[in-house]
């Protein structure tokens, strides 16, 4: 059982950084120090070989379904923050759930991420359990992205039927933390720290982490980023992880990036990951441009959305009869001929899936729409 003294021993790992490093965050620190353009070809040429080495040539293919953009924390980067008053927001029914996942299931996923605000009145565990009920005997790969629970609830959420969890820290810099996350339970910066040892706790298989670059430095929040996952794949050695470097996109609210991180330091962090973690997962999300994305693909990136929408009701138009503003907590009905909910965030890359998978095959990789089928588990229970 994971308690308070794990987390606190996390958190002090990482409060350290940089001036204590383990090993392996030695490893780590020297690879994102400047490099030269012959540094950085000499890393991208052994973050392929160890991915060719690893994982074959598979990209497992993903998209994110989002369920609510209510919300009732107050985070200055992100589209459904509360005090984005004008926006439209809405929250699917599980019947309009079902038919967004089914019409990703006739594009070919089998891989669907449930996303949603963190607001308690709109999405409880209940709705989620719900949604993943009436999803589970359709979709063999279902993963959460939502507000941090407690482990039992996790647990709850395993039984229901997610495998995956996915918990962006956002910024490792706690200075930055907070003066991003003014309202909402969202500004307790060691609970969601921790978020991902009561994830095992509960049961999830696939745990993800990652970086939202543009709002610290890019070096330490990649040193940062490092560490939890050293420490986690230390202690939560049954669970497979996985890490993302998504970047700030333009969203509601207007804000605008506070530190660079060009597209040459997002090749190196992904690169130095790649050498130093070689069994674990890289994920590239559409945030980033097309042309950009078909460059990445070979060097260390393991799993790719595609065709995505951030916005609930984004790929058939559910909940649009249900649009409306939320001001201080209270419902306004929204004004004039809106047809669509705010987006979390806009997406750079807008091909199709099949476009996708067809630049991917050009590339000599192999998406993969199903790795996974919740039988394997029943059949092994059977035969034990």
Same mark, same amino acid.
């Given at each position: ?22 090993? !392996?965050?030695?490893? @780590?620190? #020297? %690879? ?7 540094? =950085? &070809?000499?890393?991208?040429? *052994? +973050? ?79 709705? !989620?359990?719900?949604? @993943?009920? #009436? %999803? ?7 993963? =959460? &992205?939502?507000?941090?629970? *407690? +482990? ?79 420490? !986690? ?14 970047? =700030? ?136």
């Amino acid at each position: 059982m994971f308690r308070a003294p794990m987390s606190q021993e996390l958190l002090a790992s990482l409060d350290a950084l940089p001036q204590r490093q383990s090993a !392996l965050m030695q490893r @780590l620190h #020297a %690879l994102l120090e400047p490099t030269g353009p012959a540094g =950085l &070809e000499a890393m991208a040429r *052994e +973050a392929q070989r160890l991915t060719r080495q690893n994982f074959g040539r598979t990209m497992r293919m993903f998209a994110p379904l989002y369920l609510s953009n209510e919300c009732v924390n107050n985070c200055s980067y992100c589209g459904f923050s509360r005090d984005n008053h004008a926006i439209l927001r809405v929250t699917l029914s599980v019947e309009q759930v079902v038919a967004e996942a089914r019409h990703l299931q006739a594009q070919g996923f089998r891989h669907i991420l449930l996303v949603a605000g963190e607001h308690p009145r709109f999405v409880s565990s209940g709705y !989620l359990q719900e949604c @993943l009920q #009436a %999803l589970r005997a359709e979709v063999p790969t279902l993963a =959460l &992205e939502v507000g941090p629970m *407690e +482990a039992n609830e996790y647990a709850q959420m395993v039984e229901a039927g997610a495998e995956g969890l996915v918990v962006y820290q956002e910024t490792y810099d706690r200075e930055v933390y907070a003066q991003m996350h003014t309202a909402g339970p969202k500004k307790d910066y060691d609970w969601r720290v921790a978020c991902p040892l009561r994830a095992y706790e509960g049961g999830f298989r696939r745990i993800g982490l990652g970086v939202l670059f543009g709002l610290s430095d890019w070096r330490l929040e990649a040193l940062r980023l490092g560490a939890h996952l050293e420490y !986690l794949q230390k202690h939560c050695w049954k669970a497979h992880f996985t890490v993302a470097f998504p970047r =700030l996109r333009p969203a509601a609210g207007g804000f605008a990036p506070t530190h660079g991180f060009p597209d040459w330091a997002l090749v190196q962090v992904l690169c130095a990951f790649r050498i130093v973690f070689p069994q674990v997962g890289v994920v590239l999300s559409t945030r980033e441009p097309a042309a950009l994305r078909d460059r990445l693909a070979p060097l260390g990136v393991t799993s790719m959305s595609a065709g995505s929408h951030t916005e609930p009701g984004g790929y058939t138009g559910a909940g649009a009869e249900d649009l409306h503003q939320t001001v201080r907590g209270k419902r306004v009905e929204a004004q004039g001929a809106a047809t669509r909910a705010e987006g979390q965030f806009n997406i750079a890359d807008e091909r199709s899936p099949a476009e996708v998978a067809q630049v991917l095959s050009a590339l000599g990789l192999d998406p993969v729409w199903k790795d996974w089928d919740p039988a394997i588990l029943s059949g092994g229970e059977a035969a034990a």
